[in-house]
């Protein structure tokens, strides 16, 4: 369930392929584990906490109130130059509102007492990934839920509504098998067997346009803490359906990944024998999967590095379809990669750690460039040999996972401070860097939507849509130091921090914000 590609194909490297850890089967659901309360299950898998009412034709019982661009990365205007230090804001400080006399009375996912939020889980994450490569405790994932459901209840819920959460648990071993019909089947459990006003997810190995595209088509808005690459032009394509927690849209951040990385130094010479600095000019790699936007977001990065006057020596492109392919593809990119002369990688995520690995057997060592997608902390740092790791740099906007505790800057927000008084109150772990991201992410979805219904004060889609658009600096996250969410713009990161190897660590090299 973590750190490998996307925040649940990298929560789902380390639990999909049991190594490396956020179209068919249409009719076919997958059973359900209910809450930590008890929870009864429902129809079609689906449960919720026990003693709560049906959701409106859902059939479903349980469910209780319980060229480097000029500028770009530079700090400055309104957004840029500021320290990392968060505005203090508290985010769901809305209370729970008053129900709309714009909105009907009831609707999909919502009556007049009600309100439904649909949560995959992977319950049994945490025995299914193996020890040795990246995160395996991930906590426990309904009981962090209800607990942010809780507080949101305890506050008035959501347009004077009773927020009920329904979970559909999907096991390791059938993400593993086939994510496409669990994709599926997932939000047939949250579009026809019940109805939900919104999906919460942090199950990345279904985080696909299957699963993207059904919710739309279902008029399901998806929070998704998938950490797969994204741009806008992917959110585009399925707007305004599909918002990140975790996931950067790289038509903000190539710009600023690149300059930074200019500022830096990173394209200084580098010697891959020695792992260390050298004279000459850097001979530039770029490693990332044979699909969708990988390929449209690379074609933009060569673009602008061949722009700035750098030397794009190679691209490979691999199979990331399995792992057994992916580690093949791996061996052999290091081979191209060496014989091109390739001195500095640019990559797309954490599959680089297969990379790596492949090419410390090689004695191979290149300068890798960074962002948060790599989860470069929790994944890299003590899991592939540090000489692989020397020189790397690049920028960042999650400190829970850019760097360790030992090397953590402080709360991101006030956002951050309450939701660890939270689920400390609940009893949950904060122990492990993948459950801490889980809780994080769950505080910020689950915040996101009660702030903006209640701020639209309409619980439709449509009323989801125009409050998040509209909450912009005033949500105080718990995962980042600026939310991004704007008209048209569907990523909740919004600014980057500059963050280096230094020896033995990763840690941030300076408190400035970058914008997004």
């Not at 948060?372 to 994944?379: D, K, L, M, N, P």
């Amino acid at each position: 369930m973590i750190w490998a590609g996307d925040l649940m194909r990298v929560f789902a490297r380390v639990a999909l392929v049991a190594t490396l850890a956020v179209a068919t089967g249409c009719g076919s659901t997958v059973a359900g584990v209910g809450s930590t309360n008890n929870g009864q299950s429902g129809a079609a898998g689906l449960s919720a906490p026990a003693g709560s009412s049906p959701a409106s034709g859902s059939g479903t019982t349980g469910g209780g109130a319980g060229g480097l661009a000029p500028g770009a990365g530079q700090p400055g205007g309104q957004a840029g130059g500021t320290t990392a230090a968060g505005n203090g804001a508290s985010s769901s400080g809305m209370g729970g509102g008053q129900a709309g006399t714009s909105s009907p009375v009831s609707g999909r996912g919502y009556d007049a007492h009600h309100l439904y939020l649909g949560f995959p889980t992977n319950n049994d994450v945490n025995r299914a990934a193996p020890s040795g490569l990246g995160a395996t405790d991930f906590g426990d994932q309904p009981s962090i839920i209800k607990a942010v459901v809780d507080d949101i209840n305890r506050h008035g819920g959501i347009l004077g509504r009773t927020v009920v959460p329904l979970f559909h648990d999907i096991a390791t071993a059938n993400l593993e098998t086939d994510p496409t019909s669990q994709a599926q089947a997932t939000c047939t459990a949250f579009t026809q067997d019940a109805h939900v006003v919104a999906v919460v997810n942090i199950v990345a190995g279904i985080d696909l346009p299957t699963f993207y595209s059904c919710l739309a088509h279902h008029d399901t808005p998806l929070i998704s803490a998938g950490f797969v690459p994204a741009d806008d032009a992917l959110f585009n394509s399925y707007a305004p359906y599909l918002y990140k927690l975790t996931a950067a849209s790289f038509t903000q951040l190539t710009p600023v990944w690149l300059t930074r990385l200019t500022a830096m130094g990173y394209f200084h010479g580098w010697n891959t024998t020695t792992g260390g600095p050298a004279a000459g000019q850097a001979k530039v790699g770029l490693l990332y999967p044979s699909q969708q936007p990988q390929q449209r977001i690379f074609s933009d990065v060569k673009r602008r590095l061949t722009a700035a006057g750098y030397t794009v020596a190679k691209e490979y492109q691999y199979d990331a379809s399995s792992l057994n392919n992916e580690s093949a593809s791996m061996s052999n990119a290091v081979l191209q990669m060496r014989n091109a002369g390739v001195t500095h990688i640019l990559s797309s995520e954490s599959d680089v750690l297969l990379f790596m690995t492949a090419a410390d057997s090689q004695h191979y060592r290149p300068r890798y460039a960074l962002t948060s997608y790599h989860a470069a902390a929790v994944q890299l740092q003590g899991t592939v040999p540090n000489s692989q790791l020397v020189g790397s740099m690049g920028v960042g906007w999650l400190p829970v996972s850019d760097v360790d505790a030992s090397h953590d800057p402080g709360p991101v927000s006030g956002g951050e401070t309450s939701c660890r008084k939270l689920m400390q109150a609940a009893g949950q772990s904060t122990s492990t860097a993948s459950a801490e991201i889980v809780e994080l992410a769950i505080c910020d979805a689950v915040r996101l939507t009660a702030d903006a219904i209640n701020l639209s004060k309409n619980p439709t889609s449509g009323g989801l849509h125009a409050g998040l658009a509209a909450l912009g600096a005033g949500f105080a996250s718990a995962l980042t130091w600026r939310n991004g969410l704007a008209p048209n713009r569907y990523d909740e990161p919004g600014a980057v921090r500059e963050f280096a190897f230094n020896g033995s660590a990763y840690s941030y090299v300076s408190s400035t914000l970058y914008p997004l």
